[in-house]
């Protein structure tokens, strides 16, 4: 779906000190921004912010990150993180393939990718957030043990993901076809996600763990 332009939500965004405009200003300094030595997690496709906002609120001990391109989205994370009070949270305006420079190695301690663009076309593979060439980039900045929690509706994207994975050097910790009737209770359900559910999708779910 197109999103209509909001010209003035850059504007509002920016002058919130967590909307974060040079990223790679904070290369290897991000605890510096968040003024704390916490755990560093990254979520990318932030949409309009339930996941990573209520993930900060359930963990305030953890710092998060959220990537996404649009400002017509962005904006409703930053509101709500005001409204939430939030101060474990940070948001950057990026187009995920240019994510090299921005974080040192080992500063991030676990990545979030849900319900991302499945680019079904063979031609387009590449672009996939869990592809390999975005693991690999991935694995600049994440240490050993780090895990990447990965959630789709796109089975084919799903069995694709699960090899990239394990081509990549991650061994696959928890995997579901089936994540709202499965046995993990850590779940956070996305807007996308609840649209999606009350239609009758299946949300599939897996965990890789670097080795």
């Known amino acids: 779906m197109r999103l209509r332009k909001k010209w003035w939500a850059r504007p509002e965004m920016e002058k919130n000190p967590f909307f974060i405009t040079n990223p790679k200003d904070n290369f290897g300094k991000w605890a510096d921004e968040f003024k704390n030595s916490n755990d560093i997690q990254l979520e990318l496709g932030s949409g309009r912010g ?50 090299e420079g921005i974080f040192a190695p080992g500063e991030i301690g676990k990545i979030y990718i849900n319900f991302c663009n499945p680019w079904p076309k063979d031609r387009h593979n590449k672009r996939r957030l869990t592809h390999n060439r975005f693991l690999s980039e991935y694995k600049k900045f994440i240490a050993p043990g780090s895990e990447i929690w990965f959630k789709t509706d796109n089975e084919d994207l799903f069995e694709a993901s699960e090899e990239y994975f394990k081509e990549s050097g991650f061994e696959i910790k928890y995997l579901t076809y089936d994540l709202h009737n499965s046995d993990f209770e850590e779940n956070i359900i996305t807007e996308y996600e609840a649209k999606f559910t009350s239609l009758g999708m299946k949300t599939m779910f897996l965990i890789g763990r670097l080795l």
């Open 50 to 99: 339930k996941f990573i906002t209520e993930k900060a609120l359930n963990n305030p001990d953890i710092n998060f990150i959220g990537i996404d391109l649009k400002d017509e989205v962005l904006v409703y994370i930053i509101r709500r993180i005001v409204e939430l009070g939030l101060e474990n949270v940070r948001i950057i305006p990026l187009y995920i393939e240019q994510i």
